[in-house]
């Protein structure tokens, strides 16, 4: 099963397994692919690469994938390789019910056993929209064979009457307006239109935008990548070079288990803080390191965060969007600025070091990407970790995107058992709550809801509204959108459905948060919560078949980044048994 015959190739590939042999398994798979119109060329030993497209109709963030899926395969073609496009699971974030942080598990689980039980060599992910992007890249670090990542990048910003608008962020202000009398139900239909505009992910610093910026910080996208915009011509060509650096790196390496060390980790977590990144990488980045077998945890999330300061002025923490992002220089800009505090020598998928790939780039626009020494925020702006009574495993709050005056609070806890019963309580203007209360929605945690969904930054109850408070303190084991603002705890851990101490809240005890201390805690002494703790029960499951019976039954908490226990490492890339 030797194959090259071209010199490209120096090692037998995994594909040779089904191409080279001359029995009738081999005749099976040359036969079938023949009958695709594929020739001899496609079975001399040539790198065979997966082109993983989670272009779907459901998933609009990605409507311009087979464009880019084109473009990857040109660059396998043209470097020599037989390019397969496949689909798996698509994610589209502002469909799926109950959250798509639900199938980030089991769209990693298709991307895995797609890639292991193929032909395939290499593999281009093609993703963007939030969870697609993990989800991928979990799958392919299971796998282990050389992979490079293609975010799909972001969408054209939004316009609205001669303003600017971002995904996300004002549409969230939009719909506070609304409920406060600020803005007409007629302006809020006119903005539909005008808000998302174009092919790509979300255009502001959300969950997409993120993990495009961190798969580029880990060194498991192209230089450059992450920024340039999903109808930009420059997207299609970031594309093709992939697909010749597939092709390579079939060959020759490296394997994600070589680029993903615990420095490309640390690395990623700097510039998730200085891009003013969202708290959902908390979550992606430990379940990546989990597939790869990188020891991470959140303090070294909080400490590395600590002293790196905010850099990126970009919604929703700021004022600009991706496209000025890209003008300014894009990642490679964020990189060059943070030099002193990265491991410089981490490789990435070009085949350098993040020292090499950035070492000349331009910062352009000054006022969209800022100087160590004029940051938006000093150090300690970023996700912070809490621990305490309430979170014995932690939680996480995003500074830059709450009120300063906040991040030290004694108040009141207003509890709910459930965010809908949450959401009709916000619309009474009877409702028994000030300014100062803390309020508390639980059971919406990974296995309680299940799936932790973006609800974290509760609407601000009406009549507090009609006072014109914008902000108060809000905790919940679940996540938020990474476009949302607010002074707002999540992830707490363990979550209620498990018996956190979450579930032990009654409404009135005092709750404190003490964010530069890194506390939150529920001032209650022991033996009444002790006495509280004998009375619980856990609430029944809801989902008693099927997928999300076995999230339920294996999902671990927050501060493991959510992955089923049993997914946790990896398989790597044997070629499986042959049955025939
Ligand atoms: Fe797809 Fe925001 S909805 S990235
Ligand atoms: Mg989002």
Known sequence: MTPTDDGATGAALRSSA????RGKNGFIARSHLRAAGLTDEAFDGRPAVAIVNSWSDLTPCHSHMRGLAEAVRRGVLAAGGVPFEVPTMSLGE???????MLYRNLMSMDVEETLRANPVDAAVLLGGCDKTTPAQLMGACSVDVPTLVVTGGPMVSGSFRGRTIGSGTDLWRFSEDVRAGRMSEAEFAEAESCIHRSAGHCMTMGTASTMACLTEALGMQLSGGAAVGAVDSGRARVAERSGRR???????????????????????IRVNAAVGGSTNAVLHLLAVAGRVGVRLDLDDVDRLARDTPLLVD???SGRFLMSEFADAGGLPAVLRELWPM???DALTVDGTTVGENVRHAGRYLPEVIRGRDDPVLPPDSGTAVLRGSLCPRGAVIKQSAASPALMRHRGRAVVFDDVETYQKAAEDPALDVTADSVLVVRNAGPRGYPGMPEIGNLPIPVRLLEEGVTDMVRISDARMSGTSYGTVVLHVAPESAVGG???LVRDGDPVVLDVPARRLDLDVDDAELEHRRREWSPPTPRHDRGYSRMHVEHVLQADQGADLDFLVGASGHDVPRTPF
């Open 501 to 503: 101490p979450l579930a």
């Open 94 to 100: 502002p469909f799926m019910r109950p959250t798509t």
């Open 18 to 21: 089904w191409f080279a042999d």
């Open 246 to 268: 597939a092709v390579e790196m079939a060959a020759a390496g490296p394997s994600p288990s070589t680029i993903l060390t615990r420095q490309a980790f640390e690395n990623a």
């Open 314 to 316: 970009l919604k929703p």
């Open 342 to 344: 990265l491991h410089t």
